[in-house]
């Protein structure tokens, strides 16, 4: 009887496969952030939403682990080439939502050397509505329930179980207002008495607080009228 042993050869990968291995790997740093000693300090300067992240992700991400390895019935689909086509989209599209969703925790969770304050960082890594953390996740779901998160490669519990996970993501509380460029980053504060004046966005803004004229330089096709009254009719000269 021969000693030598056959070795076991190791599933090729697909295409698709190892394209999602770099947001598995992101998804694992976003739930590593999350239940870090930097999170435990600062959870309670970030919005609630922040709280409702993991389990979600964590999920998410053993389904894509779960893709990752079933070479069988991922090769199966890809030879359909219109679905492989779908399910490259799909992937890159969730990595660069993984990507983003990363770098915003990052940001907002690890200290930097100025010492600012968690919500500020958060603020600052905000880009737009679609960045927000609750926003993120949820597109990451959404998306993943497509292609990916999806029987054969997890079971039907499964994918229930992250549909009930979706929905509790869209409940969650918005973690910075829509418009994050214009709420929520100014802050006015007037402690003694008299006029504060503020304006955002573009145009002109023209104030007297005191006495005088203010003309701001525009023309006007019809009367103008200050003090909310027209003046009264000016007398017609005889033979005018």
């Known amino acids: 009887m021969s000693g030598d042993k056959t070795a076991k050869s190791k599933p090729v990968l697909t295409e698709t496969q190892r394209q999602i291995r770099p947001v598995i790997s992101n998804i694992g740093d976003i739930i590593d952030l999350l239940k870090s000693s930097d999170f435990e300090e600062v959870e309670d300067g970030l919005p609630p939403a922040f709280k409702g992240l993991s389990e979600p992700l964590r999920l998410t991400k053993d389904a894509f682990t779960k893709y990752s390895k079933d070479t069988t019935n991922v090769a199966a689909a890809e030879k359909d080439t219109t679905a492989a086509e779908k399910i490259k989209g799909s992937i890159t599209f969730l990595a660069s939502k993984a990507e983003k969703l990363c770098s915003v925790c990052r940001t907002a969770i690890r200290p930097d050397a100025e010492d600012t304050p968690a919500l500020a960082r958060y603020k600052s890594a905000v880009e737009s509505p679609d960045d927000r953390v609750e926003v993120l996740t949820r597109t990451i779901l959404e998306k993943s329930l497509e292609h990916i998160a999806k029987e054969p490669y997890i079971t039907a519990v499964e ?82």
């Open 159 to 240: 994918v229930q179980t992250l549909k009930d996970e979706l929905k509790k993501v869209k409940q969650l509380p918005a973690s910075l207002p829509e418009n994050n460029a214009e709420a929520g980053q100014h802050i006015y504060n007037n402690n003694a008495g008299g006029t504060i004046n503020v304006k955002h966005g573009p145009g002109n803004m023209n104030i007297n607080s005191g006495t005088g004229q203010i003309f701001d330089g525009g023309t006007f096709p019809g009367n103008l009228y200050f003090g909310g009254q027209p003046p009264p009719p000016v007398p017609t000269k005889p033979g005018g």
